[in-house]
């Protein structure tokens, strides 16, 4: 029995020297170890200005109750992939878990973090519309690697500079949300959102989703200039609504399929350009006000509204409507002109105008040139007098559109495994898009590439370009250069010379050892050169990458060895010095003792023999060997 007991008390002493109960205010900095955790919140806890606390990888903080950390300091918690820091809020709602106030967010750090809740994982927050402080939030917190599950991220400040940035974050049954009346920018980016709800209901910069992709969440907009933006993202089986109006939304570069966007308070404008909208189940594709709509195809399941238009001055162009049961329609209030756009395979009507304004439509493709089946899909005054005209009066003729190519010399363009040369053109369906594979010769690569005129080099990836979709005739325009690589030289410790060349260059280098030392080594890209070196000169092979030439010079005191060796022996006679035991053909170098090179010869079967002059000290090099000869 007193073994039990002895044990029982050893392991629950044990348990307690594992763990640390924290609360109340730090006022000097405070590192939490990975030793003393998992550290309990049993309290408020506070970091107060100029104060940090710092959180080591794999600390475990939990929290015993509706406790928080309020940073008015700095917080510094990194974590590692394998060893992160987790925040864990058991079953206790309420306060955040980590607050940050007045402070300068761009001084702390957070990486490789896991939240989980129900507790709010971060919030930042400042003086209110009616209250305000002296010192505000500023900066940027940038949060890399974060988990956040079944809890919330929120910022809430009046006319603050600060921002939130979540990189790389994986996110789930999460509300990301931008507080009312005021509230700081939130950037989602590199992300993976799941089953999640991002709200933007401020008068600040809204939210920005960008490089993301997000699945089976929701997308909540308020009023008053609450801004949201998806930017080069995926959406998927996501819904698109709001609960007030006069907000501003933008998509750009993006794919959003089976998630129907109903934002009809859309009165600060609703900017979609080169993307696709599509679903595949559902009654309407895009509901919105103030559109204006550039390259980007709206795709239906042949039973959908494409877009429908709540009111505002609208601008469809160069744009492709399909696969719809109407594709455009126009409620009270909404003006719209469209142009340059294909209208294919919508089964009711291409334009519905219920609106009393006119409408502009001219110079578009409506699947035939036939005027009567034109007007067929287009529903306006001359089917009820109580609405405007849509004036289709110039339409487009033709279905397809030509795309020119200028091409400068040292590369070519390929399109379907067809190769194209300088003045090549290409046919295009219109309302589509065309993919261009470049092809720079060896050792070039893209010095400008235009569209329409439009510098799109960015828009190159893996050396291919997609053009927006087309709905008319377009021009490629791309030239080529030679490739620059980097040459590191380091010649010693105190730093690094980087030299550029083009690619082919044979650039010849002149390493001059101060007096007193000598070229030890040079190594090319981690390969022993020496033996490559004419003098003290080193010529590099044909440039085809980048890299790096490293020179090591030595003391000739220490560099000398002695002549007494069993394989070479080195001595004079008269005005000659000679060298014997040398493996034949190896070369054998002579320098005066300031290293300067004066001969060097390839070893012969008796020797080799250098005629000096007297009086002076010299030194023999061999492929082993260095020798200090005094005639």
């Given at each position: 029995?007193?073994?039990?007991?002895?044990?029982?008390?050893?392991?629950?002493?044990?348990?307690?020297?594992?763990?640390?109960?924290?609360?109340?205010?730090?006022?000097?900095?405070?590192?939490?170890?990975?030793?003393?955790?998992?550290?309990?919140?049993?309290?408020?806890?506070?970091?107060?200005?100029?104060?940090?606390?710092?959180?080591?990888?794999?600390?475990?903080?939990?929290?015993?109750?509706?406790?928080?950390?309020?940073?008015?300091?700095?917080?510094?918690?990194?974590?590692?992939?394998?060893?992160?820091?987790?925040?864990?809020?058991?079953?206790v709602a309420g306060k955040a878990m980590i607050l940050f106030r007045s402070t300068n967010l761009s001084i702390s750090q957070m990486s490789n973090l896991q939240f989980t809740g129900p507790?709010?994982?971060?919030?930042?927050?400042?003086?209110?519309?009616?209250?305000?402080?002296?010192?505000?939030?500023?900066?940027?917190?940038?949060?890399?690697?974060?988990?956040?599950?079944?809890?919330?991220?929120?910022?809430?400040?009046?006319?603050?500079?600060?921002?939130?940035?979540?990189?790389?974050?994986?996110?789930?049954?999460?509300?990301?949300?931008?507080?009312?009346?005021?509230?700081?920018?939130?950037?989602?980016?590199?992300?993976?959102?799941?089953?999640?709800?991002?709200?933007?209901?401020?008068?600040?910069?809204?939210?920005?989703?960008?490089?993301?992709?997000?699945?089976?969440?929701?997308?909540?907009?308020?009023?008053?200039?609450?801004?949201?933006?998806?930017?080069?993202?995926?959406?998927?089986?996501?819904?698109?609504?709001?609960?007030?109006?006069?907000?501003?939304?933008?998509?750009?570069?993006?794919?959003?399929?089976?998630?129907?966007?109903?934002?009809?308070?859309?009165?600060?404008?609703?900017?979609?350009?080169?993307?696709?909208?599509?679903?595949?189940?559902?009654?309407?594709?895009?509901?919105?006000?103030?559109?204006?709509?550039?390259?980007?195809?709206?795709?239906?399941?042949?039973?959908?509204?494409?877009?429908?238009?709540?009111?505002?001055?609208?601008?469809?162009?160069?744009?492709?409507?399909?696969?719809?049961?109407?594709?455009?329609?126009?409620?009270?209030?909404?003006?719209?002109?469209?142009?340059?756009?294909?209208?294919?395979?919508?089964?009711?009507?291409?334009?519905?105008?219920?609106?009393?304004?006119?409408?502009?439509?001219?110079?578009?493709?409506?699947?035939?040139?036939?005027?009567?089946?034109?007007?067929?899909?287009?529903?306006?005054?001359?089917?009820?007098?109580?609405?405007?005209?849509?004036?289709?009066?110039?339409?487009?003729?033709?279905?397809?559109?030509?795309?020119?190519?200028?091409?400068?010399?040292?590369?070519?363009?390929?399109?379907?495994?067809?190769?194209?040369?300088?003045?090549?053109?290409?046919?295009?369906?219109?309302?589509?898009?065309?993919?261009?594979?470049?092809?720079?010769?060896?050792?070039?690569?893209?010095?400008?590439?235009?569209?329409?005129?439009?510098?799109?080099?960015?828009?190159?990836?893996?050396?291919?370009?997609?053009?927006?979709?087309?709905?008319?005739?377009?021009?490629?325009?791309?030239?080529?250069?030679?490739?620059?690589?980097?040459?590191?030289?380091?010649?010693?410790?105190?730093?690094?010379?980087?030299?550029?060349?083009?690619?082919?260059?044979?650039?010849?280098?002149?390493?001059?050892?101060?007096?007193?030392?000598?070229?030890?080594?040079?190594?090319?890209?981690?390969?022993?050169?020496?033996?490559?070196?004419?003098?003290?000169?080193?010529?590099?092979?044909?440039?085809?990458?980048?890299?790096?030439?490293?020179?090591?010079?030595?003391?000739?005191?220490?560099?000398?060895?002695?002549?007494?060796?069993?394989?070479?022996?080195?001595?004079?006679?008269?005005?000659?010095?000679?060298?014997?035991?040398?493996?034949?053909?190896?070369?054998?170098?002579?320098?005066?003792?300031?290293?300067?090179?004066?001969?060097?010869?390839?070893?012969?079967?008796?020797?080799?023999?250098?005629?000096?002059?007297?009086?002076?000290?010299y030194l023999i090099k061999t492929n082993t060997k260095t020798f200090k000869v005094a005639l």
């Amino acid at each position: 029995m007193k073994t039990k007991l002895l044990f029982f008390f050893l392991l629950s002493a044990i348990f307690t020297n594992a763990q640390t109960n924290v609360s109340g205010a730090f006022f000097s900095n405070t590192n939490w170890t990975k030793a003393g955790s998992p550290y309990n919140v049993t309290g408020d806890v506070q970091v107060p200005a100029g104060v940090t606390l710092s959180i080591e990888p794999g600390v475990q903080i939990k929290f015993n109750g509706d406790y928080q950390i309020l940073i008015k300091g700095y917080l510094m918690a990194n974590g590692t992939k394998t060893s992160p820091i987790v925040f864990n809020s058991g079953s206790v709602a309420g306060k955040a878990m980590i607050l940050f106030r007045s402070t300068n967010l761009s001084i702390s750090q957070m990486s490789n973090l896991q939240f989980t809740g129900p507790k709010y994982a971060l919030q930042l927050e400042d003086e209110s519309e009616y209250s305000q402080s002296p010192t505000k939030l500023s900066g940027i917190l940038n949060v890399k690697n974060i988990v956040l599950t079944n809890t919330a991220v929120h910022t809430k400040g009046y006319g603050t500079t600060a921002s939130l940035v979540l990189d790389s974050a994986t996110v789930s049954s999460t509300l990301i949300k931008g507080v009312y009346p005021r509230s700081e920018q939130i950037t989602i980016k590199n992300s993976n959102v799941f089953n999640s709800t991002i709200n933007s209901d401020s008068y600040n910069n809204g939210i920005i989703v960008e490089n993301s992709t997000v699945s089976s969440s929701n997308f909540t907009l308020g009023c008053c200039g609450a801004n949201f933006s998806i930017l080069k993202s995926t959406v998927d089986n996501s819904t698109f609504t709001d609960y007030n109006d006069y907000y501003k939304v933008t998509i750009k570069d993006s794919k959003i399929t089976n998630s129907p966007i109903n934002l009809p308070g859309s009165d600060y404008g609703f900017i979609i350009s080169n993307s696709t909208l599509s679903c595949s189940t559902g009654t309407y594709i895009l509901k919105c006000k103030n559109l204006t709509m550039t390259s980007t195809e709206i795709n239906g399941n042949n039973s959908a509204t494409g877009i429908e238009l709540f009111g505002g001055t609208n601008r469809i162009h160069k744009s492709n409507i399909k696969n719809t049961n109407t594709a455009i329609k126009i409620n009270t209030n909404s003006t719209l002109t469209v142009d340059s756009t294909n209208f294919d395979y919508n089964s009711v009507y291409n334009i519905q105008n219920l609106s009393a304004s006119n409408i502009f439509a001219r110079n578009n493709w409506w699947g035939t040139t036939d005027a009567t089946a034109i007007a067929s899909k287009i529903y306006d005054y001359y089917d009820n007098i109580n609405y405007g005209i849509v004036d289709f009066s110039t339409s487009l003729t033709s279905n397809s559109y030509t795309v020119t190519l200028q091409i400068g010399s040292n590369g070519y363009l390929k399109e379907n495994n067809v190769s194209l040369g300088n003045g090549s053109t290409v046919s295009v369906a219109k309302g589509s898009t065309k993919t261009f594979t470049i092809i720079p010769n060896t050792g070039y690569e893209v010095a400008t590439f235009l569209y329409n005129g439009t510098d799109v080099k960015s828009l190159i990836v893996n050396n291919q370009f997609t053009t927006e979709i087309i709905n008319s005739n377009a021009s490629i325009t791309v030239t080529f250069k030679k490739i620059i690589y980097k040459i590191s030289i380091q010649t010693g410790e105190a730093g690094v010379m980087n030299l550029n060349y083009y690619y082919g260059d044979t650039p010849t280098f002149d390493f001059t050892p101060s007096t007193g030392y000598k070229i030890q080594k040079v190594f090319y890209n981690g390969i022993d050169v020496t033996n490559n070196l004419i003098g003290n000169e080193y010529t590099l092979p044909p440039v085809t990458s980048n890299g790096t030439l490293v020179v090591n010079f030595v003391s000739l005191s220490t560099a000398v060895n002695s002549a007494e060796n069993e394989f070479i022996k080195v001595y004079s006679s008269e005005n000659n010095i000679i060298v014997q035991g040398v493996f034949e053909s190896e070369s054998v170098k002579l320098y005066d003792l300031n290293g300067q090179l004066l001969k060097a010869v390839q070893s012969q079967p008796n020797g080799v023999i250098f005629e000096v002059k007297r009086g002076a000290i010299y030194l023999i090099k061999t492929n082993t060997k260095t020798f200090k000869v005094a005639l």
